[in-house]
């Protein structure tokens, strides 16, 4: 924490925290593997650009992050484990304003096993009330905590109801992603996912398309509108957290997870333990 070793009971911030009240810290989330952070350096990357699209600069380089996570893990003692990089403004102003504030930057980790229980029979979604917004309206490329206010109350109603996530369409109508995760279709042997222009391009998005490339399968990338829910044979999401998750529905839709998503979860696992090569 700010480039210490704090116990993890002891890591403390100020109530006045500008972003507590304002939402402006921007995160990562990250899987160490037998002792390695797949796409670590991506992720770092990636952290330092949602702080400059929230308009801060972190007070690390690219490189000291990428030490500070390995040192942090290697501490941990954990082999398998969840990374989380937070980067935040502090509590010197408290108003809109934050042009003094201090930035900080932690990086916790712990064990965390499958995001969802019961992962390969398939989760069951159902539709969020909630729209992913224009990108004129918030920084949707940031992966910033302010844009998961939507997420977790989607997630909440959609739990309530007794499924696993909710699907949310964009500002257009137009099908966007999971609540933490985002989302493929197959239909005659052919992929279908949602063209990332409001969402998380995901780095797990990123690879799976790589993945199912290199099997010969075509990927198309484009707008998907609900309505086409039904034309599809398998469904499945992708995350850090959830990895290649299979869908086995959405809302009155089912779906069987197949040979393809079934090949792409080992892929998918085989390559975050090296023993995959792309
Ligand atoms: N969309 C949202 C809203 C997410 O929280 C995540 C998880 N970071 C993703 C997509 C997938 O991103 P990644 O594959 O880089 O973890």
Redesign the pocket.
Known sequence: MDGEFVPWRETKVHLLTHALHYGSAVFE?ERSYDGNVFESLRHTQRLHKSAQILDFDIPFSVEQIEDAKAEALAKSGLESAYVRPIAWRGSEMMGVSAQSNTIHLAIAVWSWGDYFQDKMKGIKMTHAKWRRPDPATAPCEA?AAGLYMI?TMSKHAAEKEGYADALMLDWRGQVA?A????IFFIRDGAIHTPTPDC??N????QTAIKLAKSRQIEVVERAIFPDELGTFSECFI????AEITPVAEIGDVKYTPGEITGNLVDDYDKLVRGKLTL
């Not at 609540?179 to 985002?182: L, S």
């Not at 995901?202 to 998005?205: L, V």
């Not at 992708?238 to 957290?241: H, S, Y």
């Open positions: 989330g992966k997420c992603e609540t933490g995760a985002n969402f998380l995901g780095i797990t998005r992708t995350g850090t957290a």
